[in-house]
């Protein structure tokens, strides 16, 4: 199973700040199936990247994500007030598919 | 618009078995992985496991393996979950989702609570 860590448990920032958080895999992503999910409270997940650095359907450009490997970064470039929220990694080349624990960017 | 919308009992007793359905609305159950994945109050998200559409395939996280079966039924679009001999340790909002393989998931139903206690 492949385990991923998301840092930093918790990011404070005011909105126009850039967020950084980061997503390490115990092993290689196969393919380069990594995405990202945005969580608010009470919703479901919406997926923002999709094949590392892919957006979805409707998302901003100030969402970007790269990285390869085992090291992976999601940089949302100037924060806006809906962006605060939980963030999850996702591996999805392997079985069983994982979920990192989540960063919380929060209101600095 | 793609629609998902899970149902099932609320309350689960310890030892028993947990039952959902997932209704698809708004477009084809046909051509995607359709998934189940949980989330206990409070952390993170659980990857239970998921099913093609005409069931040829289904994967399931080796922690669950022995008590999930996940089934679908395309006449009826939807899918079900069925999760034996619940703990506690099984309470969680589970959500339905549709998993398009390497394009990821992409639709979500709103989740429902199953707590188990008696």
């Known amino acids: 199973e492949i385990v991923l860590t998301q840092s930093p448990g918790t990011l404070s920032l005011s909105p126009g700040e850039r967020a950084t958080l980061s997503c390490r895999a115990s092993?290689?992503?196969?393919?380069?199936?990594l995405a990202w999910y945005q969580q608010k409270p009470g919703q479901a997940p919406g997926l923002l990247i999709y094949?590392?650095?892919n957006r979805a359907t409707g998302v901003p450009d100030r969402f970007s994500g790269s990285g390869s490997g085992t090291d992976f970064t999601l940089t949302i470039s100037r924060l806006e007030p809906e962006d605060f929220a939980v963030y999850y990694c996702q591996q999805y080349g392997s079985s069983p598919l994982t979920f990192g624990g989540g960063t919380k960017v929060e209101i600095k | 618009q793609v629609q998902l919308q899970e149902s099932g009992p609320g309350l689960v007793k310890p030892s028993e078995t947990l039952s959902l359905t997932c209704t698809v609305s708004?477009?084809?159950?046909?051509?995607?992985?359709w998934s189940w994945i949980r989330q206990p109050p409070g952390k993170g998200l659980e990857w239970i496991g998921y099913?093609?559409?005409?069931?040829?395939?289904?994967s399931y996280n080796p922690s669950l393996k022995s008590r999930v079966t996940i089934s679908i039924d395309m006449s009826k679009n939807h899918f079900s979950l069925r999760l034996t001999s619940v703990t506690a340790a099984d309470t969680a909002v589970y959500f339905c989702?549709?998993?398009?393989?390497?394009?990821?998931?992409?639709?979500w139903g709103q989740g429902t609570l199953v707590t188990v206690s008696s």
């Open positions: 099913i093609y559409y005409n069931s040829e395939y289904t």
């Open positions: 708004g477009g084809s159950i046909n051509n995607y992985y």
């Open positions: 094949e590392v650095s």
């Open positions: 989702a549709r998993d398009r393989g390497q394009l990821a998931i992409d639709y």
């Open positions: 092993q290689s992503v196969s393919s380069s199936f």
